[in-house]
């Protein structure tokens, strides 16, 4: 009983922080590019150096890979993703 609500609190926790992340990974993998930035690697060196919003991408992306390392563990515990 509480081994299974604690796997559900930990996939919640995780698709929370997807879900907080996905804003900032969106806006550099599929708008900045598109922003007049000659490659990628541009968007991304101005997104997390030079842009306003810096410290936001750099929070986001970082929860955004905190769930989804969160949501893999679980997978890979509970056997239903081979490593």
């Given at each position: 009983m509480i081994k299974s609500l604690i796997h559900f609190w930990k996939i919640m926790l995780g698709?929370?922080?997807i879900l907080t992340g996905i804003i900032p990974v969106y806006l550099?993998?599929?708008i900045y590019p598109f922003k007049g930035f000659n490659s990628f690697m541009q968007s991304l060196k101005w997104s997390f150096t030079e842009s306003?919003?810096?410290d936001f991408h750099i929070i986001g992306v970082i929860f955004f890979i905190t769930g989804l390392m969160l949501i893999i563990d679980?997978?890979?515990k509970s056997k239903?993703?081979?490593k």
């Open positions: 698709l929370i922080f550099i993998l599929f306003c919003d810096k679980f997978l890979v239903k993703f081979k």
